[in-house]
């Protein structure tokens, strides 16, 4: 009987345990995010971060509650669509997009060749995301994952970001200050969460337009997209849109914008 009480008692104080764990894994509000981050930094240098990197990208990271109030409001996405494309395909955004397709005409053709993503899908995508790079976030992106990690809705994913967010650091491609971008930790002309940065990212993404449009045709390639078919919505390239963002009418706006700066009207209009 006292054998199966210790075990019972030893079995109590290991479940508290696991939930005490888990309760600090994440938090609601500022409450405990600087005990958190201790505990992320171990994290970190169990998953082959150094302790300089680790120490010079996380000492003034700090919880952004505009971050968390961003998080909670995306309502946008549950526009209509003729609401939502109206609102991000301008008579202005279309002008540029064509300017930017003849001026970029020769680098276009060869990240087409390479892999097979057209110029006008590229340049819509970066019309899209920064406004043709005009505004690329001012968030600080290690700030942004570390609250974002630390917040119980989707701390896991969260968690992974902030740990490649430090291997592009590490990797010596980018400061803890160069990193800013959306609220999210997007980061570069075409905004790549820092897991796609790492698979996909090719040269300067946060300065060089040819390097974000050839690392946007690379992402798109690697999600299945078939050279020479249509992107709308039904056509054999449209779910890749969809891999890029998961929301039906920011893929369908991309899909019109593109249509547009190539000349053509969408059927789905």
């Known amino acids: 009987m006292k054998r199966c009480g210790w075990v019972s008692a030893l079995a109590a104080v290991a479940v508290t345990m696991a939930g005490s764990a888990y309760a600090a894994s994440c938090g609601r509000g500022s409450d405990g995010f600087d005990s958190w981050l201790q505990g992320f ?15 010079s990208a996380l000492s003034n990271v700090a919880y952004d509650d505009d971050v968390i ?48 993503v057209p110029g006008q899908v590229l340049i ?20 942004a994952l570390a609250t974002l990690a630390y917040d119980c809705r989707r ?12 291997k592009i650091v590490q990797r010596g491609d980018l400061s803890p200050g160069e990193m800013r971008g959306a609220w999210a930790g997007e980061i570069g002309q075409t905004q ?23 690392s946007t045709a690379n992402y798109l390639h690697a999600k299945g997209w078939q050279r020479g078919q249509g992107w709308d919505e039904g056509q054999p390239n449209y779910p890749v849109l969809l891999e890029w963002n998961a929301a039906s009418v920011y893929s369908k706006t991309i899909g019109l914008f593109a249509d547009k700066l190539g000349g053509a009207d969408s059927q789905s209009e």
């Open 69 to 116: 109030s961003h998080d909670r409001g995306q309502r946008a996405f549950g526009q209509s669509f003729a609401t939502f494309s109206g609102k991000h395909i301008t008579a202005y955004g279309v002008k540029k997009g064509r300017n930017l397709l003849r001026r970029y005409a020769e680098p276009l053709q060869s990240i087409e060749q390479r892999y097979g």
């Open 41 to 55: 930094k171990q994290e970190a240098a169990a998953a082959g971060i150094s302790r300089s990197v680790i120490e």
């Open 155 to 166: 701390s896991e994913k969260f968690h992974e970001e902030l740990i490649d967010a430090l």
């Open 124 to 143: 819509a995508i970066w019309g899209l995301e920064t406004g043709f790079g005009s505004t690329t976030g001012k968030y600080e992106t290690l700030s």
């Open 192 to 214: 790549f969460m820092p897991s796609s940065y790492l698979k996909y990212g090719q040269g300067d993404m946060i300065h060089n337009a040819v390097d974000a449009l050839s």
